[in-house]
Every structure is written in C-alpha cells, then in structure tokens.
C-alpha cells in the first residue's frame, strides 16, 4: 500500500469510490468515468507540484533507492567495503558493475527501505567513512578507465559527534576532489533528495541529472526556515525562495537534465521510473565516451568554475 | 584591576555620551570580560592581555597584521546581486545593501598581495562581519581570483576562513561553490605552488567541507571554533550535550585535522617561515 501524502487525498477518495465501483459490475459504465477522473486529476496534481510537495515526494518511502535501482538496471554488482581507514558506512554503496555493455563504478546514498535498514543506514546520512569509500572507488575508476555513475539520495551529510571527530567536512571536500580530478566520464543523478554538502560530494560530475519530482538544496526548508524566519513551519516558503526543484535547477543550469518521472511520481511505478532512468543515464555516458580523458576533466572544471562567474 | 576598569567605564559612558564622544574607547573581552582600552587592545592584535582570547577581526586588519608594509589590495568583483531573487523576512539586495554599508566592503572575501615576511603571498581573508562570512558567488569568484594571483605570481595562496557557512540567500548556488574553489585548489596544485589555510574563529558548514580543508597546511587560531555541522544541529539529532572543548582548533589537532594551533603573535612568522621552507626561498 503507498503512503498517501496529503496533497494526494482527493487521489485517495477516488481511489476507495473506484475500489467499491469495482466490486459492482452493474456499476462498469461510472467506474470507467471514476478511473478517467481519477488519471486527470493525478496528472493535474503532478504537474502544478509545488516546490514543498515535490520534497515530500522526494522522500516518500517507496520511491525508487539505490538497491532497487541496481537490481533493475546493472549487472554484475559487486559491492566494495570500507574506506580502509576506519570503518565501512552502508549509507554509501558502491563498487564496479556492468551497466549496458560496459563497465562503471556505481556509487550512492542508500536509505534503506524499513525501520530496520534505515536505521542500519542512518537514513542516508553519510559519516566521513562513507565518503572516504566514494572517494577511494572513484580514484579506482579513474585508474581503470571506468566511467562513474552516482546516484545521490540524502538528506545530508550526517551531524553527530562521532563524525565530526574524524573529520566529516575533510572527508566531505576530498570527496568533491576526488569527482573532479577523474579522468574518466561521470554521470550523477539526484534520485530523490539532494542534501547540500553531503550530496554534492558525489555529485560533481560531467553531467548532473535530476528525476523530475526530486529535490537539490544547500540546506532542508526546514533548516532554512528556522534560521532565516526563525520558525521551521515556513519550509514550504523557504523551499519556494531557495529554488530546489529540479526545474527551476534546470533553469539555472545547475543540472543537464530531467529524467521524467511516470505520470504520480516514480513511487506509484519504480520499475517504469527505472528504466527512464537507465535511458538517462546511457545518453549522457554516450555523450561523454566521445571526450578524451584530459577533455572530461577540463569539461568539469570548466562548468563548476563558471558557478563562480570565473572562466 | 577589572572593576576599577569597568567603575571607571562607567563613569566615562556617561560623560562621553554627553560629549558625543565614540564610545569605542574601550574595548570588552567576549571571552573573560576584562575592559581593555581599544587602542591597546589592537595593538596587541586584538588579543585580550588577560585571558588570551582571540577577538573576531576585520579583513583590513588581518592584512595589516599578517603583510609586510606596502601591501596591495587585489580588486574583487560582486558578480552576483541577488541571482534567485531572494526574499525571506528581508528582500536579499536589502540585506546585502546593509552589509556593504556596514562594512565597506564588496562581499565576504577580501585579497591583497604582497609579502610575508620578506616573503610574496597573496592573501585571502573571509570577512565574518559580512553576512558572518557566508560563501556565495562573490566569495567563490574572489576564492578563484586569489588563486590565480598566486598563480600568475608564482607564489603561495594564504586564505583565512571565517564563516557560518554558505550563503542561504543563492540557495544551490552557494553550494556550487564547493566544488568551484575546489577546482581552483586543483589549478594551484598543478602548478606545485602552496596553498595554506588559517582557520580562524568561526569556520563551519559548507566552507569547512571544502577550501578549509584542503589546503596543503592548516593553521588554526587558538580555539577558534571549527566544524562542519553547528553544535545545535548536533544537539538535537543526538539528543546529548556536547563535550568541553567540541570543535575547538585544539580539539581538531588532536583528531588530526590541522597541523599547527598558532597565536596571532606568531602568525606572520609562522606563515613566513612555512613558505620559505615550501618554495625552497
Ligand atoms: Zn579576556
């Protein structure tokens, strides 16, 4: 059963009409209208998503993860632990794969998909070891020529003692350097949240991809409206102001382009979702597998020095 | 010794308020309370004498503590008035409006060159008392024209970090000047020249998970606060007060995360004998 979110409560009444519509075969000719009415109104809903909503889809539980993603779209997975340094962080995956005939290193954020996962996860929230792992795998692509493809979904970077002990924010700029000094192609895209410095970790890439209901921000509406309004209740406002979506993203050329999501969101057809995704992906690794490999590193040099106006 | 000073301050606030005096005469530690007379107090760099606490300052003091005379300021640009149209309780251009008549100053990055010691630098200094220092546009453009400064001069890039972290105001535009400045350390890097980091009381957020943290040396004022998340954030996601000394340049001496806790007495120095040993001079 999906999770309703409340903006998708008049979808939830219909739903039970056409469920009890369903049951009375004498009833064919009002189920069909009530299935019609029921399509438009969640494609209406979807396409003047607000900034606010489009968060609370990109969190909703049965969106599509890392793992489920990996299952459907890459063969050969072989998952690689630790950062050799401290310990192994399962709120960051990664290691080689086949993806479409070639070989890739797979990395990203894994929330986990029931209590128990995600709080073996951490919900996504990376310690440092988790991005001294990405960095050490993407300097291992960058050695064996194999393309990277991250898939970024966190709320951020994870705030707690212990990580801020071995050097969260160290391990967090290593990351970024690592994405910028590969010479190989590299492919990242937001698949539900973006969270600030812990995402863009893995996400300085060639290209930067977005699913169309998931969200990139330097901080959580909510973190933004406690400190800016002083009161967390105004994070539909501050997700408005800070421009997260992935179209307004599109707009200010942040990101490369928008993997459509199935008409609802990708959690009402992951599968459907996922192999949108997998197109995706293969176009812009296609694109890149025609640049040198001094080429692909000046082409993302070149595109974050222009975030500072700097050529 | 204290409550003469603060007797005394007393009795002076109230003649001079009268006289229209300023009433920066004198000078209040943050840190012991101790009232120190300000001229003093900032020739003695803005340390209080008493306890060792080293006061916030502005950029154009650093630069005068840290450059040998005849030090140049390097113009920098403000390449980005309000690129979200940005509004929350205030309008953005109001609030960089304030900030600029405030301070002075452009935005939160300010450059200089010229010597340290004897030796060629250029300088960066992150400016907190505008906008507490926060890293947008401006300060990653300024972040990228030190660098290639130094470059163009041959010599090493010394940048003191100060800040609350990005610059909410240019939402993911902020954020992308992590890897921006990134790539500019890498620029530095290629051309085998040292790029040192002060950090200075307080760095955090998003500039402690890049330029902070990437330098080839780090230096840190005596407890200056450093981290990447902020002590309240860390608080209520794990429910458990924090311990003594937390994020404190000291405590990440200890954890590995910066060389060298130095005084601000020491600075130049310090500074100038590192560049001297890293460019061989
Ligand atoms: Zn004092």
Redesign the pocket.
């Known amino acids: 059963m999906v999770q309703t979110l409340d903006f998708e409560k008049p979808v939830a009444a219909l739903d039970a009409e056409i469920a009890e519509l369903t049951a009375d075969p004498a009833r064919a000719a009002e189920l069909e209208r009530a299935q019609a009415k029921r399509g438009r109104l969640l494609a209406d809903i979807y396409k003047a998503l607000s900034p606010w909503q489009k968060t609370l889809v990109a969190r909703h539980p049965d969106r599509p993860r890392f793992l489920g993603i990996v299952e459907q779209l890459f063969e050969d997975w072989q998952p690689l632990a630790g950062d050799r340094a401290f310990a192994d962080d399962v709120a960051i995956l990664g290691g080689p794969a086949r993806f479409r005939g070639r070989s890739v290193m797979l990395i990203g954020h894994e929330k986990g998909h029931d209590t128990q996962s995600r709080v073996q996860r951490n919900f996504g929230m990376a310690k440092p070891e988790g991005y001294r792992k990405a960095a050490r795998l993407m300097e291992m692509a960058n050695r064996f020529g194999l393309p990277i493809v991250t898939l970024v979904d966190t709320p951020g970077a994870y705030p707690g003692i212990d990580a801020e002990e071995r050097g969260q924010a160290e391990a967090i700029a290593r990351a970024t350097e690592s994405c910028l000094t590969a010479e190989v192609p590299m492919v990242s895209v937001i698949i539900g949240e973006g969270g600030s410095g812990g995402a863009v970790a893995l996400a300085a890439a060639n290209r930067v991809l977005m699913f169309e209901h998931s969200v990139y921000a330097v901080i959580s509406p909510e973190g933004c409206a406690s400190i800016l309004w002083r009161d967390a209740a105004k994070a539909a406002d501050a997700a408005v102001a800070m421009r997260i979506s992935a179209q307004d993203l599109a707009e200010l050329g942040v990101i490369d382009s928008i993997v459509a999501e199935p008409v609802g969101g990708a959690h009402r057809a992951p599968a459907d979702a996922i192999a949108r995704l997998g197109d995706s992906i293969d176009a812009a690794l296609d694109g890149l597998e025609k640049l040198s490999p001094a080429e692909l590193k000046a082409d993302r040099r070149a595109k974050f020095l222009a975030f500072a106006r700097a050529a | 010794m204290t409550s003469w000073l603060t007797r005394s301050r007393q009795r002076l606030t109230g003649f001079i308020a009268r006289r229209e005096t300023p009433d920066n005469l004198w000078t209040k530690?943050k840190?012991?309370g101790?009232m120190l007379y300000t001229k003093e107090f900032e020739a003695n760099l803005s340390v209080?004498p008493?306890?060792g606490?080293h006061e916030r300052i502005r950029a154009a003091e650093r630069f005068g503590q840290v450059l040998d005379e005849g030090w140049t300021p390097i113009a920098v640009a403000s390449p980005s008035d309000d690129p979200l149209n940005f509004k929350d309780q205030k309008r953005y251009p109001d609030r960089l409006k304030a900030a600029r008549a405030a301070t002075g100053e452009p935005d939160a990055m300010l450059l200089a060159k010229g010597h340290i010691r004897g030796h060629q630098a250029v300088v960066g200094v992150q400016d907190f008392a505008f906008m507490g220092g926060s890293m947008g546009i401006a300060v990653g453009n300024a972040f990228v024209t030190g660098a290639r400064a130094a470059i163009a001069a041959h010599c090493p890039f010394v940048l003191f970090t100060a800040a609350g972290g990005a610059r909410m105001q240019e939402g993911i535009l902020s954020l992308m000047q992590m890897p921006a400045t990134t790539v500019a350390i890498q620029e530095l890097k290629d051309a085998r020249l040292p790029y040192i980091v002060v950090l200075t009381d307080p760095t955090t957020g998003g500039v402690t998970a890049s330029y902070a943290m990437l330098g080839d040396v780090h230096i840190s004022e005596p407890n200056a606060l450093i981290g990447f998340a902020g002590a309240r954030v860390i608080e209520s996601t794990i429910r458990q007060k924090l311990p003594e000394g937390f994020q404190r340049a000291e405590y990440l001496l200890e954890h590995g995360m910066v060389d060298i806790v130095v005084k601000r007495h020491d600075l130049a120095d310090t500074l100038g004998r590192l560049i001297g040993l890293l460019m061989r001079a």
């Open positions: 530690c840190s012991c101790a209080c008493e306890c606490h």
